[in-house]
């Protein structure tokens, strides 16, 4: 079975810029992909799972884009980051979806994980961009027999196949697993 999580670099700007950064500008720090893009990459990879990453904004592209390529929905799992970016300067989003998909038929997790998780993961938000250590173990869990591949990676995981143009050299993999 293979398996692929996913956090696509969404196509949109910074929002709420400072007085106080002259300098900053409305363009985000890395490259982002139209929803075109994103499902164009989606589709070169033949998932029976697949967990995609994505913000409020898109929350309904990303489910479309998904069954576009003939995933169901299963959940959609929320990261609380206990933090965030206040756009506008109005309310705090603090928190991003995990959705769960699959192909029919659904295949099943590690049996011993039944009803061991619930749809929120609390965890700080540590970095722009960087995704709770906790949605790895979740996914490791519920398939620790699976082929998992990592679309934009920015780090390297162990037993992961991981592609991102963000990826540093493999000695950062090295150092994960010596731990």
């Known amino acids: 079975m293979e398996l692929i999580y996913a956090d696509p670099p ?3 700007l910074k929002g709420g810029l400072r007085d106080t ?3 900053q500008e409305r363009k985000l720090d890395y490259n982002t992909l139209t929803l075109n893009q994103i ?3 989606l589709s070169n990879y033949k998932g ?7 913000i409020d904004k898109f929350l309904f592209e990303a489910q ?7 995933y169901k929905l299963h959940a959609r ?10 756009p506008a ?11 769960w998909f699959y192909k029919s038929p659904m295949e099943k997790i590690d049996k011993d994980m039944r009803g061991k998780f619930t749809t929120i993961i609390r965890e700080k938000s540590k970095k722009h961009s960087k995704k709770p250590i906790k949605a790895y173990e979740l996914i490791e869990s519920l398939y620790p027999n699976s082929r998992k ?16 143009i963000e990826l540093k050299d493999k000695t950062e993999l090295l150092e994960v697993q010596k731990r």
């Open 48 to 54: 029976d799972v697949l967990f995609l990453w994505t």
């Open 149 to 164: 591949i990592e679309l934009f990676a920015r780090n390297y995981r162990r037993d992961w196949e991981c592609l991102g």
């Open 77 to 86: 799992i929320i990261w609380d980051k206990e933090n965030g970016v206040a």
């Open 64 to 70: 479309k884009i998904a069954e576009e390529l003939g």
């Open 39 to 41: 499902k164009k990459i």
């Open 21 to 23: 950064r002259p300098n």
């Open 89 to 99: 300067f109005t309310i705090r989003f603090s928190h991003e979806y995990l959705l």
């Open 10 to 12: 969404w196509k949109q």
